[in-house]
């Protein structure tokens, strides 16, 4: 079935620590996002990729970092994690074009930080 | 800007039992769409409907069932017969016009169905 897999569901870093995340996806889908789920709240868009486009929401702090290798995969990349960096983070992927098609969720990575 | 607005932060009913979940938006545009996703205790968002501007007919899928009435700016979601399956957090969305069609997220409503 084609879907969007993210790995490793769980992960624990310690603080300062880096961490990548990766999430790949079989559905050829041209965007791909990272959301940042912090418990009891609504997801919350770090960046996405419109096809090679990176685009960095304003708020999102330079801490975290993202790559597109090719399109199928996506990586977040925390440098120096923090204790409120400690969350659930959603990949999800959509085909954009001229007809807007809804967007499709990763199970997610739960990170805790030492 | 645009704001999704869900009132109501948690609901406990008893198994098949009716119940609606409130959505309520704003936005500037003509244009936009309006979703429904479902996040299990998994953690993975499951996505239910999407409804366009344009169309303002009520659907029904199952037991599920969606009013969206522009003249309100609403977008509720009905469950009918409840079962505990539906134990879910549910977020309503709305997208951003062009571009990647981002979403935004209103704060989620946490439904409890006790068996």
């Known amino acids: 079935d084609a879907m969007v897999i993210q790995n490793p569901r769980y992960q624990v870093t310690q603080f300062g620590k880096p961490v990548t995340l990766s999430c790949s996806q079989t559905l050829n889908h041209n965007v791909m996002y990272w959301y940042q789920q912090k418990s009891s709240q ?26 597109r290798p090719n399109t199928s995969f996506c990586f977040l990349d925390i440098r120096s994690p923090g204790l409120g960096d400690a969350a659930m983070y959603l990949c999800a992927t959509s085909n954009q074009g001229v007809v807007y098609n809804e967007q499709f969720f990763g199970p997610g990575t739960r990170l805790t930080v030492l | 800007a645009q704001k999704v607005t869900q009132a109501q932060t948690e609901i406990s009913v008893v198994e098949k039992e009716d119940v609606t979940l409130d959505c309520v938006y704003e936005t500037r545009d003509t244009t936009y769409y309006l979703f429904w996703y479902k996040q299990p205790p998994s953690g993975e968002l499951v996505f239910l409907i999407r409804r366009n501007s344009f169309d303002e007919q009520n659907e029904i899928s199952g037991r599920y069932s969606w009013n969206f009435q522009k003249s309100t700016s609403s977008f509720n979601f009905t469950i009918t017969a409840s079962q505990v399956v539906d134990s879910a957090v549910y977020f309503c969305a709305l997208s951003e016009p062009g571009g990647a069609q981002k979403l935004v997220f209103g704060q989620g409503t946490r439904l409890t169905i006790n068996p």
């Not at chain 1, 609504?42 to 993202?66: C, G, I, M, R, V």
């Open chain 1, 42 to 67: 609504a997801p919350k868009l770090l960046f996405h990729y419109y096809d090679k486009d990176f685009n960095n929401e304003a708020d999102t702090p330079d801490n975290f970092q993202s790559r």
